[in-house]
């Protein structure tokens, strides 16, 4: 961030390396009990939902109460978004209010509008283009069960959706090879991988999935549907993209498994694989709190 602009959070391809590994150490370091103790007294984060959620809501929600602030839970429907006020005027009257806001959104240019009004920081809690928190837990989840990512062979199986555009990011920013198996038409974002592979990223695209996880190191589905979607015809195209144990058998003796949720069993993931000793899931879902905590330290000092 330059001198006097908020430090926002809006994806994992605007931050120099550095500074990413910095708020993954952070977030272990919460995790250990080894933080800053409450740095957040007496500020308010907002948080605008026009789509639904869980864990993001509750992981900020929850961290943000344990560094000693407070939360404003907004949705679409509930405000005057819902009846047509931009978010440029939104994000003006919230920096008003509150010392931070976290969004989930479906354009990106919307979350582009409110880090452009905005006079606090804005955090990217989901768009149609990435998901930046989810992957920043990912890999130190990954982190956290076999060491650095760097070297490493991570295998994406299924859509091409937002986050696997942050995996995309995250390859390059971390120094792993991310393998993308995805049917043609559900490759993922042609903007995403030509930054990574410029940032000296190692990006491969591919349609067989059994290719993408031949000996890989982890391997990463998620929902064939996301939200806003209704292009049900995609199911039989992602038929074969089923994460199962015959998938699996072709990765690394130790390979991990991972899902950002909300999974849907007997689709992308079989429940033998998300209830099986190489998954890590319910890890992700937890380090949401723990390196949001850290995103949110990171934003607000
Ligand atoms: N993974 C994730 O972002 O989950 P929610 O949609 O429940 O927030
Ligand atoms: N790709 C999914 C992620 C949900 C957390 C979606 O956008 O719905």
Same mark, same amino acid.
């Given at each position: 961030?330059?001198?006097?602009?908020?430090?926002? &959070?809006?994806?994992?391809?605007? &931050?120099?390396?550095?500074?990413?590994?910095?708020?993954? *150490?952070?977030?272990?370091?919460?995790?250990?009990?080894?933080?800053?103790?409450?740095?957040?007294?007496?500020?308010?984060?907002?948080?605008?939902?026009?789509?639904?959620?869980?864990?993001?809501?509750?992981?900020?929600?929850?961290?943000?109460?344990?560094?000693?602030?407070?939360?404003?839970?907004?949705?679409?429907?509930?405000?005057?978004?819902?009846?047509?006020?931009?978010?440029? *005027?939104?994000?003006?009257?919230?920096?008003? &209010?509150?010392?931070?806001?976290?969004?989930?959104?479906?354009?990106?240019?919307?979350?582009?509008?409110?880090?452009?009004?905005?006079?606090?920081?804005?955090?990217?809690?989901?768009?149609?283009?990435?998901?930046?928190?989810?992957?920043?837990?990912?890999?130190?989840?990954?982190?956290?069960?076999?060491?650095?990512?760097?070297?490493?062979?991570?295998?994406?199986?299924? *859509?091409?959706?937002?986050?696997?555009?942050?995996?995309?990011?995250?390859?390059?920013?971390?120094?792993?090879?991310?393998?993308?198996?995805?049917?043609?038409?559900?490759?993922?974002?042609?903007?995403?991988?030509?930054?990574?592979?410029?940032?000296?990223?190692?990006?491969?695209?591919?349609? *067989?999935?059994?290719?993408?996880?031949?000996?890989?190191?982890?391997?990463?589905?998620?929902?064939?549907?996301?939200?806003?979607?209704?292009?049900?015809?995609?199911?039989?195209?992602?038929?074969?993209?089923?994460?199962?144990?015959?998938?699996?058998?072709?990765?690394?003796?130790?390979?991990?498994?991972?899902?950002?949720?909300?999974?849907?069993?007997?689709?992308?993931?079989?429940?033998?694989?998300?209830?099986?000793?190489?998954?890590?899931?319910?890890?992700?879902?937890?380090?949401?709190?723990?390196?949001?905590?850290?995103?949110?330290?990171?934003?607000?000092?």
């Amino acid at each position: 961030a330059k001198p006097g602009l908020p430090r926002h &959070f809006l994806d994992i391809d605007r &931050f120099e390396p550095e500074t990413l590994r910095g708020l993954i *150490d952070l977030g272990k370091a919460y995790k250990a009990g080894r933080g800053p103790d409450r740095p957040l007294v007496g500020k308010i984060l907002a948080m605008v939902f026009e789509k639904p959620s869980t864990r993001t809501r509750v992981s900020f929600e929850a961290g943000m109460k344990q560094l000693g602030g407070d939360v404003v839970a907004l949705t679409r429907a509930d405000t005057q978004l819902g009846r047509g006020e931009t978010i440029a *005027d939104t994000a003006r009257v919230l920096s008003r &209010f509150v010392n931070a806001i976290m969004i989930r959104t479906d354009s990106p240019a919307k979350l582009d509008d409110l880090a452009r009004y905005a006079t606090v920081p804005v955090i990217n809690g989901l768009t149609d283009d990435s998901h930046p928190c989810q992957v920043m837990a990912d890999v130190m989840t990954y982190e956290e069960h076999r060491g650095t990512l760097a070297g490493k062979v991570v295998a994406w199986v299924g *859509d091409g959706n937002n986050v696997a555009a942050s995996w995309i990011h995250a390859s390059a920013q971390f120094g792993c090879t991310l393998r993308v198996a995805a049917p043609a038409p559900l490759m993922p974002s042609a903007k995403a991988v030509a930054w990574a592979r410029q940032r000296g990223g190692r990006v491969d695209l591919m349609t *067989d999935p059994a290719v993408a996880v031949e000996g890989a190191d982890l391997v990463v589905t998620d929902t064939w549907l996301s939200m806003g979607c209704r292009d049900e015809s995609r199911a039989s195209l992602l038929a074969p993209y089923q994460v199962n144990d015959a998938l699996m058998a072709r990765a690394a003796a130790d390979a991990l498994f991972m899902h950002c949720l909300p999974a849907h069993r007997g689709e992308e993931v079989t429940d033998s694989v998300m209830d099986g000793p190489r998954s890590v899931v319910w890890d992700e879902a937890e380090n949401r709190m723990h390196v949001q905590k850290a995103i949110l330290t990171w934003c607000l000092s």
